[in-house]
């Protein structure tokens, strides 16, 4: 099976502007969960999808978003960036929970 | 206080020894996990526990739920070893992360 792939894996933006990232899961895998990782705070959950469902959201403003396709890929969407939005942003799918969480390579974003 | 602590922060040994990295908890949990971080930024799952040991190759992972601890360990540990490790746990439907573990293995 071909694993977690996300896109863009590199992205550079200005403050203020708004970015899409997309995740596609391991086929067969309904769970999506989105993390960000900085240097300063280490590895955060940002929110989980399941079958099209927000089912958690982490401790992030709203400026963070996100959404689940039918076919499970996930999209996330930060509006108005600032710099602290600089991070790798991770997706992980898994097949329920507590199941093992495949992750995929990261989309790392910096924002100028 | 992080409610996932991991020890030590950094540590750095040669070829062959034996590596052990810990993890306490203070929340309740259904599983912990243990994820592998090289350089670039991949994550790979390791193990995921909920009550005694699993063995996969040179890693064991162990888990006391009692006590909120578990532990990492490596045997025979080689250079391709070094990353960062870190431990997560699975509560209130989402997962936590320590703050990791870099791991240095020195030919």
């Known amino acids: 099976k071909a694993g977690v792939t996300q896109t863009p894996r590199y992205l550079i933006k200005t403050r203020g502007q708004q970015v899409t990232l997309s995740c596609s899961p391991i086929s067969g895998h309904r769970s999506v969960s989105w993390y960000q990782q900085t240097p300063g705070q280490g590895l955060q959950f940002l929110f989980e999808y399941f079958s099209e469902t927000q089912r958690n959201k982490g401790n992030f403003p709203g400026r963070f978003s996100g959404r689940q396709f039918s076919n499970s890929r996930s999209e996330m969407n930060v509006s108005t960036l600032e710099l602290g939005d600089s991070a790798l942003y991770l997706c992980?799918?898994?097949?329920?929970?507590?199941?093992?969480?495949?992750f995929g390579p990261g989309t790392r974003l910096l924002v100028l | 206080k992080n409610e996932v602590e991991q020890s030590p922060q950094n540590l750095t040994a040669q070829e062959g020894e034996f590596i052990t990295i810990n993890c306490s908890y203070s929340?309740?949990?259904?599983?912990l996990h243990w994820l592998q971080q090289h350089p670039g930024g991949g994550i790979v799952s390791l193990f995921m526990l909920s009550s005694g040991k699993k063995k996969h190759g040179r890693l064991i992972a162990t888990i006391n739920i009692q006590e909120k601890h578990s532990s990492l360990h490596i045997t025979a540990s080689h250079p391709r070893d070094s990353a960062v490790y870190i431990c997560?746990?699975?509560?209130?439907?989402?997962?936590?992360f320590g703050t990791g573990t870099r791991l240095t293995i020195i030919p």
């Open positions: 997560a746990v699975f509560g209130n439907e989402k997962l936590t």
């Open positions: 929340v309740g949990i259904s599983a």
């Open positions: 992980a799918s898994s097949n329920g929970h507590p199941k093992t969480q495949y």
